[in-house]
């Protein structure tokens, strides 16, 4: 089943798209948990971080390479900035077509909050 995001990919629901090429398309999030809010999404349909393949590997690393440039674009480059890929229930995936939030412009705080 295809998501919100594969209409954006295809640009046919709108969309703040930041950059795309051929393996990946960035946008802005459209609820910021920060000032620099943007989700770096695989063109291909992937669910999650359980159904990728080695066959997704240079599309993986690359993924890492455009979330680089776009921070160096938002100009959080230096500043510092969170990357973070949710999988499953537990981590309340929301949008099941894998992305990975690109975070910053404001000091984050810790990734988890302590439980005990
Ligand atoms: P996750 O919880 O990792 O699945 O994150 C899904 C993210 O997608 C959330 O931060 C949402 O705000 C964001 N989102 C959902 N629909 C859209 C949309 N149409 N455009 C941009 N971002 C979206």
Known sequence: ???IFA???ARQAPADIVYQDDLVTAF???RP????????????EIRTVNDVTPEDEQMLGHMFVVAKQVAAEMGIAET???LLVNCGG???QEVYHLHMHLLGG???GPVLARRD
Do not use: E, F, Q
């Open 90 to 92: 537990d981590a309340g």
């Open 28 to 30: 802005k999030d459209i």
């Open 33 to 44: 948990l920060a000032p620099v809010h943007i989700l770096i999404v695989p063109n291909k």
């Open 106 to 108: 404001r000091r984050l």
């Open 1 to 3: 089943m295809s998501t």
């Open 80 to 82: 510092g900035y969170r």
């Open 7 to 9: 209409k954006i990919i």
